[in-house]
């Protein structure tokens, strides 16, 4: 019976690592296949990946390319596109006159002369530019004033309580500032022709407890009084309620915006 | 008493002062007019030429919506003709036109329509002269501002060369080469597109430009030696020298005020503007700066002008005051500008570019620099004006 038992510990055992030598075979067949099926896959994925983002990327490429010819063709050409430069093409303060051609023997090399820019002036602070831009071209943006008049300190105690700008009425005024500049608009040929109008607004608070404004000066220009009332309109119509501003109101404190151009 | 209360007031005045918060803002956000045209759908087929206009102008935006717009547009039918309502809305004003189905009142409105928006000149009633080939010899055309209406207005079968449009668009005058070997200067009134010879010579003439009063036309002449400018007078026949030089002239155009002419020679060379004070004779040169300077264009208002100068072989135009001291570069790229003039609102400028294959009109708005193309030809045209 143990001879049996043994003999067939044996035979399994024999047939154990038969059968381990065999799942070693098969497992390692498995992953061989899996390894090809994964790199087979791999590849048709890349393949097709590929290919779609080439159809995608082509068709792409193609519609904008025509939508660009088309506009450039048919309708606008932007020179401004191109402009690569910042060189100016002139040498200033050039003033002389003449009267006969043997004192243009100079000019004559000067025109020769390979045209070299200079690097340390800037081509928009041209003085032409200055006559003539607020006909021909746009300005440079120009740096938005700001002026506090601060309250004297030989005032009295409570008014100079009054007087004093918190530092969060300061941000709110200037929050204000940014908020009616952004909504201050004129169209190009209007801005050109109004150059040195200025009018003058007060804020108020009125019957309804609400901040308003009043004109103090008017710039005597119909169209020119329309665009910034349109501003504050537009801003107040939004208005942030601010504790330090209404009081500063309230309590006598004037504040005037000048529009100028 | 009254010191008292003048230092009383002082200091009331101070202390109020003194409560004061004083904000100056200078910079609004330049944009362009805003501008709603309501949907046609009339008879009139010209109408499609009043969005197109404003649509290609980029001082204009075109909104889709009658929301936040400056201005708007409609038109109905009215007797044949159009009836267009331009509505203000920041004045709450609104203005009537009217026209019939043509195409010059069609650019008479266009022109009342720009100038009310933007209380400048408008530029769309502007007449366009040059010189093309006609079965090989050049002969003189004019043509309305979007190219609808070229028509030749020459046909002497020899070349006809630099016509000049008067300022009250009534007379055009050109160079005629003669068969005998000379040329002439011939004055066109448009009214009837008759015809009569002012002036002849068997010197080289070329037509510069009418003064702005329309009294007098100044020209060229070259004999192969020397160069002269010549002052006509319209009334009576005369010409009067004003300049004469060794070198030679070309393109005497008059400046609108202060008596000056500028005018290309190559007295130094190679062809530069010169300015001539019309007072002193004294001559100026202004462009400097570049070796080859032609065309020059001025203006309605007096101090500057502009002209075209070869950078890299192209032809780009350039703006100058009549000192010198400044100028400023309008354009840039590839494309070789052929000619220049400036227009009636000073906003804009012609410029034409011509091969021999096609030449093509620009509008060209000076503050954004961009070119918006009016028509091309398939033929190579030259000498370009208007008025």
């Known amino acids: 019976m143990l001879k049996k038992s043994f003999n067939y510990d044996i035979i399994y055992l024999v047939d154990t690592s038969i059968f381990i030598s065999k799942q070693f075979e098969f497992v390692e067949t498995i992953l061989k296949k899996r390894k090809q099926k994964r790199f087979r896959n791999s590849f048709l994925l890349a393949f097709f990946f590929h290919l779609i983002a080439f159809i995608i990327l082509s068709l792409s490429y193609k519609n904008t390319g025509s939508e660009v010819a088309v506009n450039i063709r048919e309708t606008v050409i932007h020179f401004a596109d191109y402009k690569p430069m910042n060189q100016p093409q002139v040498e200033p303060n050039i003033k002389e006159s003449f009267k006969n051609s043997e004192s243009g023997q100079s000019d004559i090399k000067n025109a020769l002369l390979p045209e070299k820019p200079d690097l340390f002036k800037r081509s928009d602070n041209l003085a032409w530019r200055d006559t003539v831009k607020k006909k021909f071209i746009k300005e440079e943006k120009k740096i938005l004033e700001h002026r506090v008049i601060s309250p004297p300190k030989s005032t009295t105690s409570a008014s100079s309580k009054q007087n004093d700008i918190s530092p969060g009425l300061s941000r709110f005024i200037n929050g204000l500032i940014w908020i009616v500049k952004t909504h201050w608009q004129i169209p190009e040929d209007y801005y050109n022709q109004l150059q040195g109008m200025s009018a003058e607004v007060e804020f108020y608070i009125d019957a309804n407890g609400n901040i308003a404004y009043q004109i103090t000066r008017s710039s005597r220009s119909k169209v020119f009084d329309f665009y910034f009332q349109e501003a504050l309109t537009r801003t107040l119509s939004n208005f942030p309620y601010n504790n330090e501003f209404f009081d500063y109101l309230n309590k006598g404190g004037k504040i005037f915006i000048e529009f100028k151009l | ?387």
């Open chain 2, 1 to 387: 008493m009254k010191k008292i209360f003048c230092s009383l007031l002082f200091f009331v005045v101070l202390t109020s002062y003194s409560w004061a918060i004083k904000i100056t803002i200078t910079d609004p956000t330049i944009r362009p007019f805003k501008l709603y045209i309501h949907p046609y759908n009339g008879k009139v087929k010209l109408y499609e030429l009043i969005p197109q206009t404003f649509k290609s102008l980029p001082n204009f935006q075109i909104l889709e919506e009658p929301r936040s717009v400056d201005f708007d547009l409609k038109a109905e039918d009215d007797d044949g003709g159009l009836k267009i309502t331009l509505t203000n809305y920041k004045t709450n004003e609104f203005t009537i036109f009217k026209m019939a189905s043509n195409l010059s009142s069609l650019y008479l409105l266009l022109d009342s329509i720009y100038e009310k928006i933007t209380q400048t000149k408008g530029i769309f009633s502007t007449k366009i002269v040059f010189s093309m080939n006609w079965y090989g010899k050049r002969e003189i055309f004019i043509s309305d501002f979007y190219g609808r209406g070229i028509k030749k207005i020459t046909s002497n079968g020899r070349d006809s060369i630099c016509p000049k449009l008067s300022n009250n668009r009534k007379y055009i005058v050109y160079t005629l080469y003669e068969q005998n070997g000379g040329t002439s200067l011939n004055l066109i009134n448009l009214s009837d597109y008759t015809e009569k010879k002012i002036y002849a010579s068997k010197e080289l003439l070329l037509a510069g430009g009418f003064s702005s009063d329309d009294n007098f036309i100044y020209f060229t002449s070259y004999d192969g030696k020397q160069s002269k400018i010549y002052k006509f007078a319209l009334a009576n026949n005369k010409e009067q020298i004003i300049y004469r030089s060794s070198a030679r002239i070309a393109s005497p155009v008059p400046a609108f005020q202060n008596g000056i002419i500028g005018f290309v020679s190559d007295e130094f060379g190679s062809p530069s503007v010169f300015l001539l004070n019309l007072d002193n004779r004294s001559i100026r040169r202004v462009t400097r700066t570049h070796a080859y300077a032609t065309s020059p264009s001025f203006p309605r208002e007096a101090g500057y002008l502009a002209y075209l100068a070869q950078i890299g072989g192209k032809n780009q135009i350039f703006i100058t005051s009549y000192d010198n001291t400044d100028q400023v570069q309008l354009s840039y790229g590839n494309i070789s500008i052929d000619d220049i003039v400036w227009l009636k609102n000073e906003r804009f400028m012609l410029a034409s570019k011509a091969s021999d294959k096609e030449s093509v009109l620009y509008l060209v708005d000076i503050p954004t620099q961009k070119y918006i193309k009016l028509f091309d030809i398939k033929a190579n045209f030259s000498y370009l004006n208007a008025n």
